[in-house]
């Protein structure tokens, strides 16, 4: 039976203003088959639509696959995230509740955060592994890790089920 999206990366990255041009380096460190989820909300539209344009013809060479979060569709994506729509959908997860919620809305894949202190939301309190290990336990939907994530962390997490991980900052240059 031929699926109806991708198949849900292992590895993903996160768009973030703050890669600013380190943004096309980590989308070539970014191993194939790899997932991008293209963020940008803070530029106005015609902007967004243009840099999400030119991540689609890097995604495109590197056979990565590209998701938009935000409400407005975009040329050359190959799913969502946070939103129903055509193709793949992930979910961001930060309870077992939201958990739930992103499964019957149809979410093909959970990001669930903060696994571990980020960046992104400095001192948001983040799950640690025994209280992330305890949300996604049971869950029927493949799980990927994301705050404060790299390849050791995940590795931390492995025993839990985790299909994969995202990040930010692992991926920008050194």
Known sequence: M???H???PRLWLMTDPRLGDGLWDALERLPRGSGIIFRHYQLPLDQRRALFARIAQVARRRR???LRAGAHPMRGEAGTHGRRGRGLTTWPVHSRRE?????RAGADALLVSPAFPTRSHPGAAALGPVRFGLLVRGLDRP??????MN????KRLQPFGIRGWAAI???APA
Not at 99 to 103: D, K
Not at 143 to 148: F, T
């Open 6 to 8: 991708p198949p849900i």
């Open 151 to 154: 390849a050791a962390r995940a």
């Open 64 to 66: 990565l696959v590209l």
């Open 99 to 103: 958990a739930v919620a992103a499964i």
């Open 143 to 148: 799980v990927i890790a994301l705050g404060g």
């Open 169 to 171: 900052d692992a991926w």
């Open 2 to 4: 031929p699926t109806r």
